[in-house]
């Protein structure tokens, strides 16, 4: 199921498909830097990537310095990476046009 953790070559192969991330935390996340143009651009996609998020129950641990995002991905419930991860990390990919 989508909470399940994944194992390390299910989250390889995920992770194959995504642009722009890492695996972090031992590989029981994943890790991306979103840089924009300015504050306003990295904070819409922030407002952009919240109401996401809570749609589908899963959250982003992330911290903001002016035009740059830091991201990282986990389930904490799971104890390491799940589809959910890589659905989110996928939406955020689009929301910032990147
Ligand atoms: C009760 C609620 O569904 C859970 O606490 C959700 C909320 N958002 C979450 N977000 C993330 N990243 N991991 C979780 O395990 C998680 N759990």
Do not use: C
Request: aromatic share 10%; no cysteine.
């Amino acid at each position: 199921m989508a909470r399940q953790k994944l194992d390390r070559a299910e989250a390889e192969k995920a992770l194959a498909g995504l642009d722009g991330w890492q695996f972090a935390r031992a590989g029981n996340a994943i890790e991306r830097r979103f840089t924009f143009r300015d504050f306003n651009e990295a904070f819409g996609f922030m407002a952009r990537v919240a109401l996401t998020a809570e749609k589908l129950d899963h959250h982003p641990e992330w911290t903001n310095v002016y035009n740059k995002v830091d991201v990282v991905l986990s389930t904490h419930d799971a104890g390491g990476l799940t589809q959910l991860d890589f659905k989110l990390a996928r939406r955020m990919n689009a929301l910032a046009g990147k």
